[in-house]
């Protein structure tokens, strides 16, 4: 089947490359510009198969489609569009232009967590159930027929980051390449989405993330882990925003003592103990953080927040020294202008994307 790759990162890159080992012709890919010089792992692998790349920063102007960009998209003849990771607002013309139609990639069970943060909010609601829906693309906003679903079990300190890579990408990947071929062989359903149980949430932001600290402690740790990695929960507390990370609700044998870190708006003062940071919901219930980015970036041990610069270093084993070097080269690989990747180099700031995490 003759089809065109809409989208970006490293998961469209993945379902790119296994769409071709099973034999199906790419005839094009349209993706996003390069940024800081940098090109996204779905174009620079399309480049190397002699794939045509249109690298575009937008298909419309002023609610209109641009005619230049129509044109090279119909000139290639597609039988379906397959959008695995997509940012951009893609045209109506295009999604219904082949004769397969499109389909789309989406982190949730919909109708439930439509959105651009569908991961984000899942954990952020404490849902126990997640997963994955591919979808006929139209033009709503992820509310196109169901193709296919998978869901999986969200563990209680699951993270974005976790859960992503646990299940949404590799299994993701998957799912892609299933609903093409059972588009190519006929098979594959149309279910109209239920109203029943919809919710949309919007995207989320850093100044949307700030913790709102009128909540049982369960709701504080969901909001935690909901904005790890990104965008980051933060708070304001000593004078600066710190962000937390690795939040969980296991504090079984935790006792609080340590010194006292005065939050505003929160029910009692956070404890910062040798375990990490003790932190109170409303309902005087604990939840334990162990991973702190102060507000000029720097990522510390919770547990050494009152310790001087010197001693918040973490101390590695062996295997963990290892380990470091490793992700130093991947690094290196990933931030080809920094010419020494150090322990306080910050990724994002030195020109890395979100994409290059999973890398």
Not at 11 to 32: A, I, M, S, W
Not at 70 to 88: D, I, W
Not at 335 to 356: C, I, R, Y
Request: with cysteine.
């Amino acid at each position: 089947m003759k089809i065109a790759v809409i989208g970006q990162s490293l998961f469209g890159q993945e379902v790119y490359c296994h769409l071709r080992k099973e034999g199906h012709e790419v005839v094009g890919v349209f993706t996003v510009p390069d940024k800081d010089g940098k090109a996204d792992p779905l174009g620079l692998e399309a480049e190397k198969d002699g794939v045509p790349v249109f690298k575009l920063s937008r298909w419309r102007v002023k609610g209109q489609t641009l005619p230049d960009v129509l044109a090279k998209y119909q000139a290639l003849g597609a039988e379906l569009n397959v959008l695995p990771f997509c940012s951009q607002f893609i045209p109506v013309e295009v999604i219904n232009a082949p004769r397969h139609g499109s389909i789309i990639y989406h982190p949730s069970l919909l109708p439930r967590h439509r959105g651009a943060s569908a991961i984000n909010w899942t954990l952020i609601h404490g849902d126990k159930k997640g997963g994955f829906t591919i979808f006929w693309a139209d033009d709503g906003l992820d509310t196109g027929d169901l193709l296919l679903q998978k869901e999986c079990e969200i563990l209680p300190d699951d993270t974005v980051s976790t859960l992503y890579n646990r299940f949404l990408f590799p299994e993701g990947i998957k799912g892609m390449v299933q609903a093409v071929q059972l588009i190519a062989e006929g098979k594959a359903p149309r279910l109209p989405q239920p109203e029943e149980g919809a919710t949309y949430e919007g995207i989320q932001k850093k100044e949307t993330a700030k913790i709102n600290w009128e909540q049982p402690a369960e709701a504080i740790h969901n909001w935690i882990r909901g904005n790890d990695k990104v965008p980051g929960a933060w708070t304001e507390a000593c004078g600066q925003k710190l962000t937390f990370f690795n939040s969980t609700l296991n504090t079984t044998g935790l006792v609080p003592e340590g010194e006292n870190l005065p939050i505003p708006g929160a029910h009692r003062p956070g404890i910062v103990t040798k375990a990490g940071l003790i932190l109170f919901g409303n309902d005087d219930r604990m939840l334990l953080v162990k991973n702190i980015q102060l507000e000029d970036g720097k990522m510390i041990p919770a547990s050494h927040f009152f310790k001087g610069a010197d001693s918040s270093a973490l101390e590695l084993t062996e295997e963990e020294l290892v380990i470091a070097e490793a992700v130093r080269s991947a690094w290196k690989r990933i931030l080809p202008n920094v010419l020494e990747v150090e322990g306080s180099t910050d990724f994002f700031k030195s020109g890395a994307a979100s994409v290059d995490v999973v890398r």
